[in-house]
């Protein structure tokens, strides 16, 4: 596809459980990025990737919060023992680079319910 | 940290312009953006301003910086209904990339 996606779509899971989410950025495509949105509120930044250079984990709220990333390719955002505050929907992005002026497509998201 | 921050709701008639708002307080912003998110849809780049610019004009939208009382606006002209989202500013955090949104207006268009 031409787009970033995501999956799972929605997830709901029980307190206590590991989560994992996807992104797969658009091709070629060296800065990825993961935001989180809690209802009614603005997105707020967790962690990006740029190429082969160190993450920049300076927006993880927890431990329990990590990601990955392969090369350029997919990254994976993983929540240990979930709490019901983690409920949000997670939304990956990806731009060309990580330049200031480099537009950033957004995924559609996946909704996570914590229970 | 950076912040930046929006009104919540606006709601206007068909036909009229909107007017939404938002402020930031990171002085070194060389990009301001506009993004619009409707029900079911991703979040979508709507325009974008660089911080040396006072006003940039596309088709119905007109952007205004306002730099020393760091102010943007985004101007909406002859509001439709397809125009009801939400609609969030967002500066870029020094030169990393990492976009730092406001709360988001939520516009509503009535017929």
């Known amino acids: 596809g031409a787009g970033v996606s995501q999956s799972p779509s929605n997830k709901v899971t029980e307190k206590g459980k590991d989560v994992e989410l996807r992104c797969d950025p658009i091709?070629?495509?060296?800065?990825l990025y993961w935001y989180r949105q809690r209802l009614g509120q603005g997105l707020e930044f967790l962690i990006y990737?740029?190429?082969?250079?160190?993450?920049?984990k300076s927006g993880l709220p927890s431990d329990r919060f990590s990601a990955e990333r392969t090369g350029e390719s997919v990254s994976t955002l993983t929540i240990q023992r979930t709490q019901q505050e983690d409920s949000a929907v997670y939304l990956c992005?990806?731009?060309?680079?990580?330049?200031?002026?480099?537009?950033?497509?957004f995924g559609p998201g996946t909704r996570l319910t914590v229970l | 940290g950076e912040d930046v921050e929006q009104s919540l709701f606006l709601s206007v008639r068909e036909g009229d312009s909107s007017v939404i708002n938002c402020t930031y307080t990171?002085?070194?912003?060389?990009?301001l953006y506009w993004y619009k998110q409707e029900p079911g849809a991703g979040l979508q780049l709507l325009t974008y301003?660089?911080?040396?610019?006072d006003m940039k004009q596309d088709q119905r939208l007109t952007v205004l910086l306002n730099k020393k009382d760091k102010h943007l606006s985004l101007r909406i002209a002859d509001t439709q209904t397809g125009d009801s989202a939400i609609y969030f500013c967002?500066?870029?955090?020094?030169?990393?990339?990492?976009?730092?949104f406001g709360q988001g207006t939520t516009l509503q268009v009535k017929p």
């Open positions: 990171d002085s070194s912003s060389t990009y």
């Open positions: 992005a990806s731009s060309p680079s990580s330049g200031s002026w480099d537009e950033q497509f």
């Open positions: 301003i660089f911080s040396n610019m």
């Open positions: 091709s070629g495509h060296t800065a």
């Open positions: 990737f740029q190429g082969n250079s160190a993450p920049d």
């Open positions: 967002a500066d870029i955090s020094g030169n990393t990339g990492k976009l730092i």
